[in-house]
């Protein structure tokens, strides 16, 4: 089954930039990732984290999930706040949770 990972660049942190990819390994996660040359050209720079929520396949393309295609997320929606589209809940009226807080 294909697997959701969050992709980033170690050197620049994760806010920097960040890429949704699913995988079927974080290996191959990780491959995918450092081939868009969005997270710099250090392959091991790279880094790939299982996302468990599983809310964050709607962000993907349907029918690449439906067919268990591998394939790359580089602008999932995000925060209309801080920018941040991944969290560990999904957006609401598109802002993260903790940006949801300040607002209140
Ligand atoms: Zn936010």
Same mark, same amino acid.
């Given at each position: 089954?294909?697997?959701?990972?969050?992709?980033?660049?170690?050197?620049?942190?994760?806010?920097?930039?960040?890429?949704?990819?699913?995988?079927?390994?974080?290996?191959? $996660?990780?491959?995918?990732?450092? =081939?868009?040359?969005? /997270?710099?050209?250090?392959?091991? #720079?790279?880094?790939?984290? !299982?996302?468990?929520?599983?809310?964050?396949?709607?962000?993907?393309?349907?029918?690449?999930?439906?067919?268990?295609?591998?394939?790359?997320? $580089?602008?999932?929606?995000?925060? =209309?706040?801080?920018? /941040?589209?991944?969290?560990?809940? #999904?957006?609401?009226?598109? !802002?993260?949770?903790?940006?949801?807080?300040?607002?209140?």
């Amino acid at each position: 089954m294909l697997k959701a990972y969050f992709c980033y660049n170690k050197e620049s942190g994760a806010n920097e930039c960040a890429l949704l990819v699913f995988a079927f390994t974080s290996q191959e $996660a990780r491959y995918m990732a450092f =081939k868009t040359s969005l /997270l710099g050209d250090e392959y091991i #720079e790279v880094m790939a984290e !299982l996302i468990k929520e599983t809310f964050i396949f709607k962000y993907g393309n349907q029918e690449k999930i439906t067919k268990q295609i591998s394939h790359v997320v $580089a602008d999932p929606p995000s925060c =209309k706040n801080c920018g /941040l589209w991944y969290t560990d809940h #999904e957006l609401i009226n598109n !802002l993260c949770r903790h940006c949801l807080e300040i607002m209140e």
